[in-house]
């Protein structure tokens, strides 16, 4: 999906701006929430989006799998001149990041560690939950990146494995949702936290449901 600037994205012969198109990789639609922020914070860049709805999720997958599709899908963003490559999927950030920044020839940006450093700024009671894939939960990045910025941080993660499928499927709205999301919630709001890290792109589709399930007390935070 290529997502022209608002203005042109012909090169100007005059200019000195790099008018290739920044990349966005992700499993499935999620990081659109992503690109929307991009185009706001950069509205006169070029953005091409590659969303891979045939292998979505990921969460379920492997680490050596999802380091695989990730490359697939940054050559193939590489393959459409991206001058920089941003890696939306908090699932690949967590566990493909690494190889990518390493073998690419363009810079690359995870949403891991600005969703902590954000967290760890608006955290009042230094108690921040996580909910995200289960790989994305088990590969405990967010605990890392959360805790080199703040040791003092008590972090409570919840891996919420059936959400990205529902908001593929559009089940935004639906009360199916709204009760799976209330089972993984639970334990989060009795457990304290003022701030939670909404660790999946897709996530954010739910944003309001989420805010109304832990009440106005806690801050939501995701990557975008």
Same mark, same amino acid.
Not at 33 to 53: C, F, H, K, M, Q
């Given at each position: 999906?290529?997502?022209?600037?608002?203005?042109?994205?012909?090169?100007? +012969?005059?200019?000195?701006?790099?008018?290739?198109? $920044?990349?966005?990789?992700? #499993?499935?639609?999620? @990081?659109?929430?992503?690109?929307?922020? %991009?185009? &706001?914070?950069?509205?006169?860049?070029? $953005?091409?989006?590659? @969303?891979?709805?045939?292998?979505?999720?990921?969460?379920?997958? #492997?680490? *050596?799998?999802?380091?695989?599709? *990730?490359?697939? $899908?940054? *050559?193939?963003?590489?393959?459409?001149?991206?001058?920089?490559?941003?890696?939306?999927?908090?699932?690949?950030?967590? %566990?493909?990041? /690494?190889?990518?920044?390493?073998?690419?020839?363009?810079?690359?940006?995870?949403?891991?560690?600005? @969703?902590? +450093?954000?967290?760890?700024?608006?955290?009042?009671?230094?108690? =921040?939950?996580?909910?995200?894939?289960?790989?994305?939960? +088990? *590969?405990?990045?967010?605990?890392?990146?959360? &805790?080199?910025?703040?040791?003092?941080?008590?972090?409570?993660? &919840?891996?919420?494995? %059936?959400?990205? /499928?529902? =908001?593929?499927?559009?089940?935004?709205?639906?009360?199916?949702?709204? +009760? =799976? %999301?209330?089972?993984?919630?639970?334990?989060? &709001?009795?457990?304290?936290?003022?701030? =939670?890290?909404?660790?999946?792109?897709?996530?954010?589709?739910?944003?309001?449901?989420?805010?109304?399930?832990?009440?106005? #007390?806690?801050?939501?935070?995701? #990557?975008?």
């Amino acid at each position: 999906m290529h997502l022209p600037s608002q203005s042109t994205a012909v090169a100007d +012969k005059n200019s000195d701006r790099d008018v290739r198109p $920044i990349g966005v990789l992700d #499993s499935g639609i999620g @990081g659109l929430t992503v690109v929307s922020a %991009l185009r &706001r914070a950069l509205p006169n860049e070029s $953005i091409y989006y590659l @969303g891979d709805t045939a292998r979505v999720p990921y969460g379920g997958k #492997s680490p *050596s799998t999802v380091q695989r599709y *990730s490359h697939e $899908i940054a *050559s193939l963003l590489l393959r459409e001149n991206a001058k920089t490559i941003v890696v939306a999927c908090n699932t690949a950030s967590a %566990l493909a990041l /690494p190889t990518l920044e390493e073998d690419l020839p363009v810079t690359v940006t995870g949403v891991i560690s600005p @969703g902590a +450093k954000a967290a760890t700024a608006a955290t009042r009671n230094e108690h =921040i939950g996580v909910i995200g894939t289960r790989a994305t939960i +088990k *590969s405990r990045a967010y605990e890392h990146a959360l &805790r080199n910025l703040n040791s003092a941080v008590r972090v409570t993660a &919840r891996a919420c494995p %059936l959400l990205v /499928p529902l =908001i593929e499927e559009g089940w935004l709205r639906s009360d199916v949702t709204v +009760k =799976i %999301l209330m089972q993984y919630l639970q334990p989060l &709001r009795g457990d304290g936290i003022d701030t =939670i890290v909404v660790g999946c792109t897709h996530h954010p589709l739910l944003r309001a449901a989420i805010q109304r399930l832990l009440g106005d #007390s806690v801050t939501l935070v995701d #990557s975008a």
